[in-house]
């Protein structure tokens, strides 16, 4: 079947831009592959498009694009714990591992980042469980100054030679520059529907968003673009008087905890996760030297508690409590998150001193702590009401 | 008048405040597996003692683990009932510690009873009720009797496991080897005092300090608890009804606030 | 189980260690006292270069295994605790963190500096930065990248250690008015060479039977290549070891007499109960491997100062691919005749343990070697669950002697 290049804009539906080059056939609900995202795999894989799995936002998405392939952020919900893993390993490095071994069939290829001890470790358990090609991104935990940006540039270089292997081809420049441009539009937009969040009254709620961003790591570019433009013509936003909270934490999949969390009683106006606004907040510049740019622009955005100085990160925190007015923070940490948990006593430390209440929720399988995480939530927000 | 339904674990209770906001009634039920059965029955006997019905009541508050399940005009977290509850009767406490059946909590609380911040523990049993009500069945003592036979023993022996598992094994080797049942209870209650501390020392021991929950009504474990802090706690007269009394005071506030 | 009991040995250089260790720590306090800067250090950092600018490097992690040893750690960790650092957390870090918040009036001087290199663990990197932010002391983050093949310690990746190095020496001479001294940093590294050449020769000796070195040896012994590289104090400790396990070999004198089982050990030890090395010992059964004691043991050139040093850096145990890891552990079992493994899964130190599992089932496979995985904590004496652990290992020198 022969498609044309036609773009839709309509007020009434998600639409979805078919390009001449695009082989999937089937309208893709972003409710939908966030609810499921396996199904987007299993579509994939019948569409004859090469998938490359990574773990961590400080992979390049960009390289993996240029090289013809589909980036999939591989998610942790869905598994539960490994067997090859001790018990106080964070589950959810146990869970990305279970992932990966159950749905190998599925990926050209994985990348793994060296974010954290566990995620760190995963790839040498992967290295010797699977049979697809693995690479390591070293990423310097140490992300300021020139010395780690070189280093990280021959790091993505290195990536880029991985990753024509699994093209069978070159990746030309031309490609790259293309990559990083439809994935800037990617984060612009979503920046954009982010930003209604900052008057105080109207807002699109904290579950749509999440799942725009999700639904970024796991849809084709230019679709997942398309939708939001749509979303945003559609412009949902609502007036709401809920109490207004940030999220702190590190990568949430599993969208029933951020729904768990506004039903309680509120609404999430900013966050710092990994698959919220740290995602997209940054741009990468256009440059001559695109790998240059790519490794700038990884390292110099805003840090993930396991990257970057702790002040560079704090210092994000209070700028999103005060811009899109919260009205406490909800620390949500993995039981055995060190990263998050080493920070979580300075930022209570700087948010005491700014007068904003703050709630540490750790939990180590969601699914088996609703009630737990429930009753916590709930007590918080009933402390922030009077 | 104004009822407070607190569905905890172990146990229902019900307490019945009127305009002035005195108790003038309470109950206790165990909690079984229904709630609303066991809920139902509390408030039942509560009333009865005034010679009154259902009707009388024009707000119910309900709370606890199985407050969502119950009957009730408004729902509030637990940590919210025993701040308002301990406010009301000692407005000079800054922390309260709650050990129920089958969790325990820290409560830092500021002025009117405002919660600023809490911890809690729902995942073990250690540092619970039920790690006393394990080990009372295996000494075979009622568990009311842990309380007097504490003050008996001089030598407590030293529970060193933190699991609730691991130290049932440790009772029954002293047991076997002849120690006194005083001594190994001194040394439990001095074990789940310590978990508790552990807990709450994220909280901090701003004075006053209260002891609320059931096993507060065990005067052993209190003076663990109490020599392990290093003061002298506030102790209400029925700790185990304070969170269901916070929970009635709530009731007659949001009925205040709609009329 | 094994009726009979063999009495086992310490060596006398391992008596030696605790006096060792009270001078190491009153010479910081003096260094302090003469206005020389101390450096609070994570345990992989090039000490060779500390010398040479003249900076006295503290180890909080060894610090916290010494605190657990001789029993007052539970303050600190309660300090820690009460701040708000979770009890999952890594026990040298809550140790070390409960000791600065704690007003650091002990036997480790307050830090000037704080710098670490990310090549044992992240949690490194989020332990210096919570000092850090408690403390106010500067901060130097140093990155060693994974080897994932040797060409690493020759290329890119090399020359990025090596430029931070050269980067650390001119941040510390600018902020300290200090001067970088390389004739020392040669004779530094000449001594830490030496002191390493010397262990390694002592743990080869191992391979006797019976074994003259055991678990309380290594454990405690390794303390001057830890923190004391590039002196001549720790050249003479390991000389004078050296000697004495030579006469031992020679008079074929064994840290038991009954030797029955040669066992390797595989992660850091439970410095509050070293009575279970005892156990083992009492039941026939002689530690004589463990990664952990040959950790700080590099051969240096001293020709190629930075170099070599900014090697150690990345060559650092944990630090290399598990593929080379493995190869170091069969060679071993080889080379050792190992009956048997011990893996010691550790609640504090994710980094070693996350792949233990999957390193144990290569072993039982292709190498028929029985282990016995425990989980405790290497310094929390909360998380030992003595009597269970006891009892496993007396089903694992069952297997053992069936065999």
Redesign the interface.
Known sequence: MKWSKILQRTFLSDLLYLDSKSKMTTLTSISEVCKNPIEMLKKYKDSGIRVVGYSCSYVPEELIISAELQPFRIPNFGSAASTLTPTFICQFASAVLENILKLEEFFSGFVLAHTCDPMWRLYDIIKKKVRKPVFFLRVPHNTEGELSTEFFKKELLRLKDFLTEILGAKVTDEALLSAIEVCNENRSLLKEVYMRNDDGKYCVNGLDRFQLVLASMWMPKKEINAQIKASIFKNNSVKTDKVRLHINGTAIYDLKLIEMIEDAGCFIASDDLCTGSRYFWENVAISRDPIYALADRYLQRTPCPSHGPLQKRLAYIDFMVEKFKARGVLTIAERFCDPILYDAVHVKDMLTKRNI?T?LIDYENFEQET??IK??V??FI??LS? | MYAGVDAGASATKVVIVDEGENIISHAIVPSGINFKASSEEALKKALERLNLTKRDILYIVSTG?GRKLIDASAV?????CISRGVHKLFPSVKTIIDVGGQDSKAIRIGENG?????V?N??CAAGTGRFLEVMATILGKPIEELGALHFKSLNPVKI????TV?AE??VISYMSKGCKIEDVIAGLHNAIAERIF?MS??I?FEREVAFTGGVAKNPGFVEALSKRIGLNPILPKEPQIICAFGAALLAKKRFTEKV | MSGEKSRSHVLQATKKIGELILEYFARASEAKAQGKPVAWITVFTPVELLRALDIYPVAPEHFGAMCSARNFIMDYL?EA????YS?NLCSYSRCGLGYALSGMSGLMPPPDILITFRNSCDVYVKWWQSLQAHLGAPLFVGEAPYVLAPEDLDNYVLDYVVKQLMHLIKVTEEKFKLKFDEEKLVEAVRLSDKASELWLEALRLRRHKPCPLGGRDSASDIFPLVVMQGTREAVQFYEELLEEVKEKVGKGEGVIENEKYRLLFDGIWLWYAFDLIKYFEDRGAVFVYEPYSEAWAYRLDPSKPLESIAKKVLAMGLNVDIDLRIERFLKSIKEFDIDGAVLFSNRSCKSWSAPQLVTAEIMGDKFDVPYLIFEADMADP???????IKNRIDAFLEVLRER
Do not use: N
Not at chain 2, 76 to 80: Q, R
Not at chain 3, 382 to 388: F, I, P
């Open positions: 209440p709630m009630g737990r009753t916590r709930e007590a009933e402390s009077g | 683990y509030f977290s637990e940590i919210t405002r919660v600023l911040d809490f809690m729902d995942k060193s496991s933190t699991c691991f094994s440790e552990s020392s994220r901090g | 309660e605790e009460r701040k708000g009890q909360r998380q030992y669950a003595e009597a269970q």
